[in-house]
Structures are given as C-alpha cells and as structure tokens.
C-alpha cells in the first residue's frame, strides 16, 4: 500500500500568518491517464471530513482561495495564505492513484 | 444538497454482528460509487469498502475481508454495511461516502461502533 507522510502533525499558527503542511507519498501519484490524484480534506472539531482541494490543486466550490494545493510526483503541500479562526482542525492528504486509496495521518492546526 | 445518514451504530460484544445503514439524497444515487471509512484515534482513516455504482464490484481493505460486506438497495438510495466476528480493532467512527473517480466529495455525519465485552 501507498503510505502518505504528512508533516508536522501539529501546526500552532498566529491568526493572519500562514500556514503550510507537507504531504509525501511513498510512491508516484501519477496515474496511467496521467493524472494526479491527490486530495486534501479538512475535519473541523466534531464535523466530518470536508474535502478542500482534489487532483493537486483544484478548490471545491465554497472553499476560500486562501487555500491552495501544489505539488507533483511525491511531494505536495497545502498552504493557507491567512489563518483564520474557522480553518482550526485537522487536514488530511488522501491518494486516490493506488488502490487502496490512502491518507495520510493528519495534521492538527491550532491558533496559538 | 447533498445529504449522507448513517444509522445502525452502538455497542457489540467481540464476535457479534450489526448492520450500518446509509440514506443518501441531493444526488442521483445510482450514479455513484460509494464506500464505508473508518476513523480511530490510533489508526486514523481509512477506507473500509467500496462498491460500484450497479453493486457489480466491491473491494475490501484486508483487514475486514471475509468479514464485512457492502452492499447497496438503489431503488432505497441506501448503502449498507454488514459486520460480523466484529473485533476490538473494529471500533471506529463509520462514514457513509460518496465518491468520484479517484477520491470522495462527499461524507456523512459518521457513526460510531463500539466492540467491547
């Protein structure tokens, strides 16, 4: 199986900064039809997963652009351009290349 | 707007069985593939099933085949998760959700499996 390396695991962040998390996967995320299939999903506390970004970098409709995803191959990165008080949780990067799909183990941010 | 409810949770002794159930509406059911995933505390998330639109094909993580069946009723937009010998390692929050080629828009609320004595 594909395992996803996200890192930190936490990220204490000052309301305004910004704020970025790594995701690396043991293999190649590109698929045959030469696509990449990696997704960032954020878990606010007590919610469910929301996805935010899907292959690299496209938003989902209502996600604010002060997200953004980039990456290719192996290495991606979620950043958030300002952090605001509601992007407080848990994100997540999940392949969707290698069946199984995999995730990776979470970072919390926090505000400090 | 798309709406994913999971019902069926709650506490089972190790070795028993329970039944999840997923209502899904918003969406054209029949047109989707759709999948079970766990969350724990240690082991984070994780997919546990996932079936085709047509109930045609369904895949397993290892750790349930044999164990677990997914299956899907499209005339009831309903999703369902069969669980038996249930484990310890079972325990989890469930989420019914609903996916695209490569990965998953969509996520219910979750429900929560306890296996204990």
């Known amino acids: 199986d594909i395992v996803m390396t996200q890192s930190p695991l936490s990220l204490p962040v000052t309301l305004g900064q910004p704020a970025s998390i790594s995701c690396r996967s043991s293999?190649?995320?590109?698929?045959?039809?030469?696509?990449?299939?990696l997704t960032w999903f954020q878990q606010r506390p007590g919610q469910s997963p929301r996805r935010l970004i899907h292959?690299?970098?496209n938003r989902d409709s209502g996600v604010p652009d002060r997200f953004s995803g980039s990456g290719s191959g192996t290495d991606f990165t979620l950043k958030i351009s300002r952090v605001e008080a509601e992007d407080v949780g848990v994100y997540y990067c999940?392949?969707?290349?290698?069946?199984?799909?995999?995730f990776g183990q979470g970072t919390k941010v926090e505000i400090k | 707007e798309v709406q994913l409810v999971e019902s069926g949770g709650g506490l089972v002794r190790p070795g028993g069985s329970l039944r999840l159930s997923c209502a899904a509406s918003g969406f054209t059911f029949n047109d989707y593939w759709m999948s079970w995933a766990r969350q724990t505390p240690g082991k984070g998330l994780e997919w546990v099933a996932t079936?085709?639109?047509?109930?045609?094909?369904?895949y397993y993580v290892d750790s349930v085949e044999g164990r677990f069946t997914i299956s899907r009723d499209n005339a009831k937009n309903s999703l369902y998760l069969q669980m038996n010998c249930l484990r310890d390692e079972d325990t989890a929050v469930y989420y019914c959700a609903r996916l695209t080629k490569h990965d998953s828009d969509y996520w219910g609320l979750g429900t929560l499996i306890t296996v204990s004595s």
């Open positions: 292959t690299i970098s």
């Open positions: 999940v392949q969707g290349t290698h069946w199984p799909w995999t």
């Open positions: 079936i085709k639109h047509d109930g045609s094909e369904k």
């Open positions: 293999q190649s995320l590109v698929h045959s039809d030469g696509n990449t299939y």
